[in-house]
């Protein structure tokens, strides 16, 4: 470990890299808040810990400590932007700051993921922004900190002086697994995409193509995704407090116990067709205008807790394991009970339906 100061740290390195999977929609730091509190800068400012990764050539792959990175680099625009043009010696300045701190090589010297990055790009050098780019959480910090800089009427002077207390330590990460240093670091956080951790997750073992499939079949929408699991888990691993929080954690959980019973693609392939199946119930893709029917009336009564159980015996239903006759029996089962659920809401149970249905199957 290192301690070290956040703009010498920067400017030393030739590109910052962010995690494919990092967020950037985090609470990003208000530096003005140091200000306020010390006006004199006495004392240094401690930003905690940076892990990263590092390379040759001074490159580094920031594992955890992108926001405060990412804050700085705002920052550091935001002055120079305000301050352009103001006099031959501040647009020289400004030449040096973008020059050690935000451009190398003609490009941005921090990477952020894809679709982060394209916006940061365009914000700093200087290129038009689209409206639903000026809602992102990076262009309405940079804008924050344009108006604190004009409404204070702050000199530059002053605010590299508070950079130039602001430190760090960085601890180098050669030989911990990064997905899972990162996942530590930030599992309680709102922030985390535990779909692009899976992704890489897979990726890693060579089972890219499998994810892309899957996605595919929820065209790609995040909360089908998350939906999907959250159902799933708790048919296939008795996870009764799942909480999406930790949907990633419960993905290699579940995956490498399954892993123990069937090879590799067999499991991401019967994933893959749990995920169809569940994909045909909560938007009714059914060919079978009795089946349809009964998916409209339980998605009229409410019924989205009962996808999880409905996709349990669904694929028994597929499997020939079920009858068509005694699928539909459940389904409209399962539908009475929701009526009588909007009628008296504490009257029984699903949990105890479910006892009633599982019983109902075996006589069957």
């Known amino acids: 470990m290192e301690i070290v100061n956040l703009l010498d740290f920067i400017n030393?390195?030739?590109?910052?890299?962010?995690?494919?999977?990092?967020?950037?929609?985090?609470?990003?730091?208000?530096?003005?808040?140091?200000?306020?509190?010390?006006?004199?800068?006495i004392q240094k400012i401690d930003l905690g810990v940076i892990f990263v990764k590092s390379k040759i050539d001074n490159k580094y792959l920031i594992v955890?400590?992108?926001?405060?990175?990412?804050?700085?680099?705002?920052?550091?625009?935001?002055?120079?932007?305000?301050?352009?043009?103001?006099?031959?010696?501040?647009?020289?300045?400004i030449k040096t700051i973008?020059?050690?701190?935000?451009?190398?090589?003609?490009?941005?010297?921090?990477?952020?993921?894809?679709?982060?990055?394209?916006?940061?790009?365009?914000?700093?050098?200087?290129?038009?922004?689209?409206?639903?780019?000026?809602?992102?959480?990076?262009?309405?910090?940079?804008?924050?900190?344009?108006?604190?800089?004009?409404?204070?009427?702050?000199?530059?002077?002053?605010?590299i002086k508070m950079l130039?207390?602001?430190?760090?330590?960085?601890?180098?990460?050669?030989?911990?697994?990064?997905?899972?240093?990162?996942?530590?670091?930030?599992?309680?956080?709102?922030?985390?995409?535990?779909?692009?951790?899976?992704?890489?997750?897979?990726?890693?073992?060579?089972?890219?193509?499998?994810?892309?499939?899957l996605k595919n079949i929820f065209n790609s929408k995040s909360d089908d995704i998350y939906l999907f699991f959250k159902d799933f888990f708790a048919t296939k691993f008795n996870n009764i407090t799942y909480t999406q929080n930790y949907l990633y954690e419960i993905f290699v959980n579940y995956f490498e116990t399954m892993l123990q019973y069937m090879p590799e693609d067999v499991l991401m392939s019967n994933i893959t067709k749990s995920a169809r199946l569940y994909n045909d119930i909560i938007n009714i893709n059914f060919?079978?205008?009795?089946?349809?029917?009964?998916?409209?009336?339980?998605?009229?009564?409410?019924?989205?807790?009962?996808?999880?159980?409905?996709l349990n015996i669904y694929e028994d239903y597929i499997d020939n394991n079920l009858s068509e006759t005694t699928f539909l029996e459940i389904l409209v089962t399962i539908d009475d009970y929701l009526k009588n659920r909007l009628k008296t809401p504490n009257n029984v149970t699903f949990n105890e339906l479910i006892q009633y249905l599982n019983a109902f199957i075996t006589c069957k």
């Not at 030739?14 to 200000?35: G, Q, R």
Request: glycine share 4%; hydrophobic share 35%; with cysteine.
């Open 12 to 41: 030393n390195a030739k590109n910052l890299k962010a995690l494919d999977y990092a967020s950037c929609e985090c609470d990003l730091i208000n530096f003005f808040d140091f200000i306020l509190q010390d006006e004199q800068f």
């Open 64 to 93: 955890d400590g992108l926001g405060r990175i990412l804050s700085l680099s705002l920052l550091l625009h935001a002055i120079c932007e305000c301050y352009k043009k103001t006099s031959s010696k501040n647009d020289k300045a």
């Open 98 to 159: 973008r020059n050690k701190y935000l451009i190398n090589e003609n490009c941005t010297k921090l990477k952020l993921p894809p679709d982060a990055q394209k916006i940061y790009h365009k914000i700093i050098f200087g290129e038009k922004l689209s409206g639903k780019e000026k809602k992102s959480k990076i262009f309405e910090q940079l804008h924050l900190f344009w108006q604190r800089i004009q409404e204070e009427k702050l000199q530059a002077s002053l605010l």
């Open 164 to 213: 130039q207390k602001v430190f760090i330590v960085i601890s180098d990460v050669d030989n911990v697994p990064i997905r899972d240093l990162y996942y530590s670091l930030n599992k309680d956080e709102q922030e985390v995409n535990h779909l692009l951790l899976i992704n890489d997750y897979l990726k890693n073992i060579g089972l890219e193509t499998y994810w892309d499939n």
């Open 287 to 310: 060919n079978n205008e009795a089946l349809k029917k009964a998916f409209v009336q339980i998605k009229i009564h409410g019924g989205e807790d009962t996808y999880a159980y409905i």
